[in-house]
């Protein structure tokens, strides 16, 4: 499966992404750096990101593995409520037709 982590760090926005960063002693300002990075850094092999995103912010890989996680963690998440929407919506017009309604 292929993720687009950009897609996933633009989506959740800049304060979501300060929330993710201020638990794990990161500033705003570098938690979205840190986001940045793991982004333009991400090529496949998250490992590899994860050191790239280390070196280019001079945060600790533990920290950007938990950021990553928790990133992955938040779009898996709104990605089950659009869906959950989704079914809900449909459900509602079916049964709608149904009884005529």
């Known amino acids: 499966m292929n993720i687009d982590l950009g897609k996933i760090v633009t989506s959740l926005g800049e304060n979501t992404i300060a929330e993710i960063g201020e638990p794990l002693g990161l500033s705003k300002k570098l938690s979205l750096k840190a986001a940045r990075s793991l982004t333009e850094n991400c090529r496949g092999n998250i490992d590899e990101a994860i ?45 709608g037709k149904f009884f005529g309604r």
């Open 51 to 95: 050191a790239a995103a280390s070196k280019d912010t001079g945060v600790g890989k533990d920290a950007l593995e938990a950021m990553l996680s928790t990133l992955l963690e938040d779009a898996r998440s709104q990605a089950v409520d659009h869906v959950n929407e989704q079914a809900a919506s449909a459900a509602k017009s079916m049964f």
